[in-house]
């Protein structure tokens, strides 16, 4: 059972450097979200997507950008890393309703240096 | 405005006994679910209990139970016969949206970092 999955778990930038956060689901969730987590803080909700070609902007979106083709991958684009984009991604995922659990991967690790 | 509250960043629990983490919130919605997710070393982040507001009867799963007390806006958590593996990170969460299309994010507190003492 895959779930939910992110890659990379590490990775350092440079500032002014761009990549590409992964997620792919396989539980056919329709819902998805991207959550940042800074240290002794709770998660904050970037960007979050209610179905293939459907996106909107959460608490944290600016830095950032997603998209959704199918409705199993949710990537995160970061064009230009600054330092205060250092944190913890999570990616998670949840089925139909919106109250449903969010199930989420197991995160990544990015520092923008 | 939604708000989750944690006020306790850290709580420590001998061995086999009892622990009780906090939780406010503030939803002006009549009807949401709450949650408690458990955040090992490992990073994952993994659901413990959820309640729904509509719901009277305070949700159990083995070990966990909730005292949900909905006029006061709170939602604490009680870990019976603690164990080493239940040592974590907690979070709260509030889902403030069932019943209305306004919103579909989930709030977060910051966290009880809970310590099981062998």
């Known amino acids: 059972n895959a779930g939910v999955t992110q890659t990379p778990k590490f990775r350092i930038l440079k500032i002014g450097q761009s990549m590409t956060l992964q997620c792919t689901q396989d539980m056919n969730h329709n819902y998805m979200y991207w959550y940042r987590q800074d240290p002794g803080m709770g998660l904050k909700l970037i960007y979050y997507?209610?179905?293939?070609?459907?996106?909107d902007k959460g608490e944290v979106p600016n830095g950032y950008n997603v998209s959704r083709s199918t409705t199993e991958d949710f990537p995160l684009r970061l064009e230009l890393a600054a330092p205060s984009q250092t944190s913890v991604y999570f990616c998670a995922s949840s089925y139909g309703q919106r109250v449903q659990p969010q199930h989420f991967g197991d995160g990544t690790r990015l520092s923008i240096l | 405005a939604q708000t989750v509250t944690q006020s306790q960043p850290e709580m420590s629990v001998q061995e086999a006994e009892t622990v009780t983490l906090s939780c406010t919130y503030d939803t002006s919605e009549s009807d949401y679910y709450l949650f408690w997710y458990k955040q090992p070393p490992s990073r994952q982040m993994i659901l413990v209990i959820r309640?729904?507001?509509?719901?009277?009867q305070n949700a159990t799963e083995n070990r966990f139970s909730v005292n949900f007390q909905k006029a006061a806006k709170s939602f604490s958590l009680k870990i019976s016969d603690s164990q080493l593996g239940d040592a974590a990170m907690y979070f709260c969460?509030?889902?403030?949206?069932?019943?209305?299309?306004?919103?579909?994010?989930?709030?977060f507190g910051t966290g009880t970092s809970l310590t099981v003492i062998p």
């Open positions: 997507s209610v179905g293939a070609g459907i996106t």
């Open positions: 969460a509030l889902d403030p949206s069932r019943g209305s299309n306004s919103e579909d994010q989930f709030y």
């Open positions: 309640q729904e507001a509509y719901k009277q």
